[in-house]
């Protein structure tokens, strides 16, 4: 997906704003297994992955809990750092060779300030992050494992064959030996 239509597909703004942000874009390239965001640290960037995928996970009593996956068109950022320039409480680390849009937080910041509709596509940007999470937060507290794993095979069945089952377990809040089981019966 090219960054026109990412930017388009967040919040529609005139070409003139548009050309403002890809202004300040690059694209950059990780490799697998790097961590782009690192917790207990500030980095205010904002990225979209342009190929690739990646978690967020936290460590919790030597355990990795894996809380959310991002897969190619998906903005991936620390809100913690970003919104509040604070240290972030998660790790984001990348499952595959990956190439993202980057976005600066200051140059995009000063872009917020100076252009009304650059700073409405953030506004939607972060509304649309916020329900997301909101959607993960209820699935977690109001659906069973099987419920969530079945959700995960209906609407991103492509990230079932990227990820490993020990961070698909994870992020359902299971075990792999629980995973085998819902997928058997599945």
């Known amino acids: 997906m090219s960054l026109h239509e990412l930017i388009q597909r967040i919040h529609p703004i005139p070409a003139e704003a548009e050309s403002k942000l890809l202004d ?21 960037h904002l990225y979209f992955i342009k190929k690739g995928i990646v978690r967020a996970f936290t460590e919790k009593d030597e355990m990795s809990i894996t809380f959310y996956f991002g897969m190619e068109g998906d903005p991936v950022l620390s809100m913690k750092s970003y919104v509040r320039r604070e240290k972030s409480y ?15 937080g200051a140059a ?4 917020y300030n100076e252009d009304l509709h650059i700073a409405n596509w953030g506004r939607k940007l ?17 659906r069973t494992a099987a419920e969530r794993y079945a959700e995960l095979m209906q609407d991103t069945p492509e990230l079932l064959r990227r990820v490993s089952l020990g961070h698909i377990a994870s992020y359902l809040g299971i075990t792999q030996v629980s995973l085998s089981r819902i997928r058997t019966k599945q």
């Open 24 to 44: 300040i874009a690059a694209v950059v390239s990780f490799p697998k297994y790097h961590l782009l965001f690192r917790a207990d640290k500030i980095d205010h």
């Open 90 to 104: 998660e790790d984001i680390e990348l499952l595959e060779d990956s190439e993202f849009y980057q976005f600066d």
């Open 108 to 111: 995009l910041e000063g872009l």
């Open 126 to 142: 972060a509304e649309i992050e916020l329900v997301r999470t909101e959607e993960r937060l209820i699935a977690r507290q109001f």
